[in-house]
């Protein structure tokens, strides 16, 4: 039977019916509770009714790779998938709503087309040089549903200024206004809205904890149109929510429900963990900021996990260090693509890798999370692995100011930050973490950096190696 493979947790949460709000702790089995959403409505779809209409289900992915791991899942169970659209929401917003309709938009009739990401990129970086901004600077491009920018820096707002005005000139749009502006012609157009209700019986949110407002009110917009016909399942885990500083907004249940216009929304939890040794999930659960007891079932469960934290080395020494804990794991019979290191910043990825590959020329580094199944070391953030797993998990830079970094710190989120950051990143380890909180690096004005104050705080007992 479909369901058998299921533990009831997962099993309740398939069959559940109406709106759902899932929450999926590390190595519970979320992506696989998701396909199997998606197959159970299928499989129990009226068939008639389907046949003869363009019934369909819906499934919002944080990335495009999700979407094509969630196609091959299906594929592999003989799924049929041609009633299942599964993408990020720009991908549906751009196929579904603006390419089709933008010309209901007074201000888009001369016609606009998206905007190439390195096009974007490079924009964005002359403007900084021409209004000397530190290029390391990020700058929020996203909107609110008002159509409000979520940038508060008024240094920005010239940049903005500017490159908006030259998107328009161009008759481009990026991909933060294709969602406003399919917000918008949702807005206008409740014909059109009333019609993608009746086409999608289930929307699927995946990530939910990272979804940002614009993107809350267009599935809420699909969802109050068509309440007796058209449910949402959100899935996610709000303690992983660490896309907080790019617009990512972890709603609660209420709140959630207040987008929903106040329908039923039924809480579910996934609290099994089948990734992680107990020992490495009783330590990430010192981060937890949700009341869930997470238990071990996997294979890894009983095992006696190594969780060690090194917080006397010098940052010179580094390198060697990482080296030794790579060939620790490997002596062991852990294969390259299970180890992972993970940097406190993105520009550390390219130096520590070069490093890396100068001291171990028979290893193969890469930084892509598409080659973890290729024979390769993987060297991310933890943003970057987010959602990924390994056997071993290196993780330098845990400082005060790295991580979290020290925008967090100056708008008053450090602790919140901090625990989800630490969160994630030990929630990728099944067996082996190794954690570091190097001494002798001092900030601009010549402070010595200390250990991440969450970090420093947790009393346990790690172990020497």
């Excluded at 659209?85 to 991908?91: L, N, Q, R, S």
């Excluded at 089709?100 to 096009?119: H, N, R, T, V």
């Excluded at 996203?142 to 161009?170: A, N, V, W």
């Amino acid at each position: 039977m479909l369901l058998d493979e299921l533990s009831e947790e997962q099993k309740k949460a398939v069959t559940q019916p109406g709106n759902v709000l899932l929450t999926a702790c590390p190595g519970s089995g979320k992506t696989r509770v998701i396909v199997y959403k998606l197959a159970y409505v299928l499989a129990n779809a009226e068939t008639g009714v389907w046949e003869q209409s363009r019934k369909m289900v819906l499934a919002l992915t944080f990335t495009v790779r999700a979407a094509e791991e969630m196609g091959k899942r299906l594929s592999a169970m003989d799924i049929d998938t041609s009633r299942i659209w599964a993408g990020t929401i720009h991908a549906f917003c751009l196929k579904w709503i603006f390419e089709p309709y933008q010309q209901q938009l007074s201000e888009l009739k001369a016609g606009f087309k998206i905007a190439d990401e390195d096009f974007c990129k490079d924009l964005v970086t002359r403007l900084k040089e021409k209004y000397r901004i530190n290029p390391a600077e990020s700058i929020n491009l996203k909107f609110d549903r008002f159509g409000q920018p979520l940038e508060k820096g008024s240094k920005f707002t010239d940049i903005l200024s500017e490159y908006h005005k030259t998107l328009k000139q161009k008759n481009l749009i990026d991909f933060d206004l294709l969602l406003f502006y399919s917000y918008r012609i949702l807005l206008q157009s409740k014909e059109l809205t009333l019609k993608l209700a009746g086409i999608f019986e289930l929307i699927c949110v995946d990530e939910y904890q990272d979804t940002q407002d614009l993107q809350y009110a267009i599935i809420s917009l699909l969802v109050k149109t068509n309440p007796s016909k058209t449910s949402v399942f959100f899935v996610g885990d709000v303690d992983q929510a660490i896309y907080k500083s790019l617009g990512g907004i972890a709603k609660t249940h209420s709140e959630i429900r207040g987008e929903l216009g106040g329908m039923p929304l039924k809480a579910l939890n996934l609290s099994a963990n089948y990734r992680s040794s107990q020992r490495i999930i009783d330590f990430y659960m010192n981060f937890q900021q949700q009341n869930i007891k997470i238990k071990g079932l996997g294979k890894y469960a009983k095992e006696k996990a190594l969780v060690s934290l090194n917080r006397d080395i010098h940052h010179a020494d580094i390198v060697p260090e990482i080296v030794r804990l790579i060939k620790l794991s490997l002596s062991k019979g852990i294969p390259e693509n299970e180890i992972c290191v993970l940097v406190p910043q993105w520009w550390l990825v390219t130096s520590i890798s070069k490093q890396l590959m100068k001291l171990l020329p028979e290893c193969h580094f890469s930084s892509s999370i598409a080659r973890k199944t290729a024979s390769s070391i993987i060297v991310n953030t933890c943003m970057g692995v987010k959602g990924e797993e390994f056997e071993t998990v290196i993780a330098y830079g845990l400082l005060r100011g790295y991580v979290p970094h020290w925008s967090a710190i100056i708008s008053g989120d450090e602790r919140e930050t901090s625990q989800r950051l630490l969160y994630v990143i030990a929630s990728r380890a099944k067996l082996n973490l190794h954690l570091i909180a190097e001494r002798g690096r001092v900030t601009n004005n010549g402070k010595p950096y200390e250990i991440n104050l969450e970090l420093d705080e947790v009393g346990f007992t790690y172990d020497l190696v």
